[in-house]
């Protein structure tokens, strides 16, 4: 018999729910080697090689079990592989330690062996969602689930969440609990639950609020704890545990962790949050290793799927080329767009034959490229779908002209070229004109002065609009890192 086993669910589609394991294996203290099963609602075959692989390199065993495919809702799948989990656990374990995916382990959770005379170890939820204060009269959502759950109101007791901090009528978190199998919770659960969340009294509420239905699962579960366990079985966890990363700053500063790496297990939604939190390495360094790690196996391994002959170079940046046509000034939206070369400045545009810009262009060999910002997007689209040919489009923005006089720059966008063409040509319906780019503009707000000269501001300012081959324009995201700096970390195995 086990003193511990670790349990969580995962489709085994996302290299994220290896970190869990990683984590377990890698700061679990004493309790690092303790058996670690994955619940996948699927066939363990269907998932890839190489995430067993990965899976199986940590000593994790794959459990495969059948979800109930008709049931749909929010969660069930999850209850319904805790259950699981809890049945197998029976007579191999004496505590099951049923985590949500998105946990990690940053230090021994020696708290997870409980004492003999508790049931279950828990955390409250990490703030107030649909629960129910405790000060107030009871809420008729609530009402519903304690009679439906077999609670009685001398069972109910005041809990802290763990974020706001309000007192409320006991609330669990689903994704830190630490059972004895033979007690049989995590299948009441998912008895109730898979009966009860389709109840009409039940359905009501998620009409009135989809929040009701995304939560159900932890009220249903408190129903449960409640009705089958005396306060005394019950143990809370301490407050570094299952502390949610994602939530850190909407915690208050009093509240909040003081030394994120002493926490013992914490959720994140993204891995982005822990790189948002004040994280020290060498913790931090090894859990974006990890994950940068996961995801470059994962996708190494991938089998490539023939896309066709399609240009798929992308993101592309969204531009507006200026020209003058019969002296009146027009602009067409354009994706293929590109440089030639940095030193000297070179610049292409592709336009369909046709275009009425195309004209001008030919008639003055000057054209613009202006970048609009995501500000710009209807007026930018627009430009894409009318052709001068037939509509006005001279009037759209503010314009201003440069050292060519006959090449429109656009004021809204922060960044203007002005091109004069240094040759023309036509492939198949394409002309492509090559400029040499004669002068750049930009708005005097992205135009940082330092010591080294000037530089424009980072992307995230200039916010423009970036085009993909699925037809969706996209925003700018995060600055990853620093041009020819990154290399720096790299290490040959
Ligand atoms: C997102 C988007 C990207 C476009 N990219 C190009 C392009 O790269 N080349 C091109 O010839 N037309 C492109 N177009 C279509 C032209 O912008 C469109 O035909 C426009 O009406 C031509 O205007 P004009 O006749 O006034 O010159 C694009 C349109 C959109 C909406």
């Known amino acids: 018999m086990k003193k511990?086993?670790?349990?969580?669910?995962?489709?085994?589609?996302?290299?994220?729910?290896?970190?869990?394991?990683?984590?377990?294996?890698?700061?679990?203290?004493?309790?690092?080697?303790?058996?670690?099963?994955?619940?996948?609602?699927?066939?363990?075959?269907?998932?890839?090689?190489?995430?067993?692989?990965?899976?199986l390199s940590m000593n994790v065993e794959l459990i495969s079990f059948s979800p109930e495919d008709e049931l749909i809702f929010p969660f069930i799948t999850y209850v319904h592989a805790a259950a699981n989990a809890e049945l197998l656990a029976k007579e191999k374990t004496?505590?099951?330690?049923?985590?949500?995916?998105?946990?990690?382990?940053?230090?021994?959770?020696?708290?997870?062996?409980?004492?003999?005379?508790k049931n279950l170890g828990y955390r409250p939820v990490h703030h107030t969602n649909i629960g129910s204060f405790f000060d107030e009269p009871i809420d008729p959502f609530w009402e519903q689930v304690y009679q439906k759950c077999n609670v009685s109101k001398e069972q109910i007791f005041p809990m802290k969440t763990h974020i706001d901090h309000n007192k409320l009528r006991p609330y669990f978190n689903a994704g830190c609990l630490i059972i004895r199998p033979e007690k049989g919770l995590l299948q009441s659960w998912?008895?109730?639950?898979?009966?009860?969340?389709?109840?009409?009294?039940?359905?009501?509420?998620?009409?009135?609020?989809?929040?009701?239905?995304?939560?159900?699962?932890?009220?249903?579960?408190?129903?449960?704890i409640l009705s089958t366990m005396e306060r005394s079985e019950l143990y809370e966890l301490p407050f570094d545990y299952n502390y949610p990363l994602n939530l850190y700053y909407n915690c208050p500063v009093v509240y909040r962790a003081k030394n994120v790496n002493k926490l013992i297990t914490v959720r994140y939604e993204d891995p982005e949050d822990l790189k948002k939190v004040p994280?020290?390495?060498?913790?931090?360094?090894?859990?974006?290793?990890?994950i940068d790690n996961f995801f470059i196996k994962t996708l190494s391994s991938a089998e490539k799927v023939k896309f066709g002959k399609v240009s798929l170079v992308y993101p592309i940046p969204i531009i507006l080329a200026g020209a003058l046509v019969n002296n009146q000034p027009n602009f067409e939206t354009l994706g293929d767009v590109g440089i030639m070369s940095i030193k000297p400045p070179l610049v292409y545009i592709s336009s369909g034959q046709n275009h009425y810009t195309n004209q001008g262009i030919l008639e003055n060999k000057t054209f613009s490229i202006n970048f609009p910002t995501t500000h710009l997007l209807v007026k930018t689209d627009y430009c894409g779908v009318a052709s001068g040919n037939e509509v006005?489009?001279?009037?759209?923005?503010?314009?201003?002209?440069?050292?060519?006089?006959?090449?429109?720059?656009?004021?809204?966008?922060?960044?203007?070229?002005?091109?004069?063409?240094?040759?023309?040509?036509?492939?198949?319906h394409r002309q492509i004109f090559?400029?040499?780019?004669?002068?750049?503009?930009?708005?005097?707000?992205?135009?940082?002065?330092?010591?080294?000269?000037?530089?424009?501001a980072d992307m995230a300012k200039l916010d423009p609009i970036i085009y993909a081959l699925d037809n969706r324009y996209y925003k700018i995201g995060e600055i990853i890192g620093t041009g020819y700096q990154e290399s720096k970390k790299f290490k040959q195995d």
Not at 279 to 290: A, E, H, M, R
Not at 402 to 408: F, I, M, N, V
Request: charged share 20%.
């Open 434 to 456: 090559i400029g040499d780019v004669v002068q750049s503009y930009v708005s005097e707000d992205f135009v940082i002065k330092s010591e080294e000269g000037q530089i424009i």
């Open 94 to 117: 004496k505590l099951l330690a049923w985590l949500g995916s998105n946990t990690i382990i940053f230090n021994e959770p020696k708290h997870f062996l409980l004492d003999e005379n």
């Open 4 to 55: 511990l086993i670790y349990a969580y669910m995962s489709d085994c589609s996302d290299p994220k729910d290896l970190i869990l394991a990683a984590s377990i294996r890698k700061f679990g203290g004493s309790l690092s080697d303790n058996p670690i099963w994955v619940l996948i609602p699927k066939a363990v075959e269907s998932v890839t090689k190489e995430m067993r692989d990965l899976f």
């Open 279 to 290: 994280l020290q390495d060498p913790l931090k360094s090894w859990l974006i290793n990890q």
């Open 392 to 428: 006005d489009k001279s009037q759209l923005f503010n314009l201003f002209y440069g050292e060519l006089e006959t090449a429109p720059m656009i004021r809204e966008c922060p960044v203007n070229l002005e091109c004069k063409v240094i040759k023309e040509f036509s492939i198949q």
């Open 190 to 224: 998912w008895n109730f639950y898979k009966y009860l969340f389709n109840e009409q009294n039940f359905k009501d509420y998620y009409n009135k609020n989809y929040i009701y239905a995304i939560f159900i699962h932890q009220a249903i579960l408190s129903g449960v």
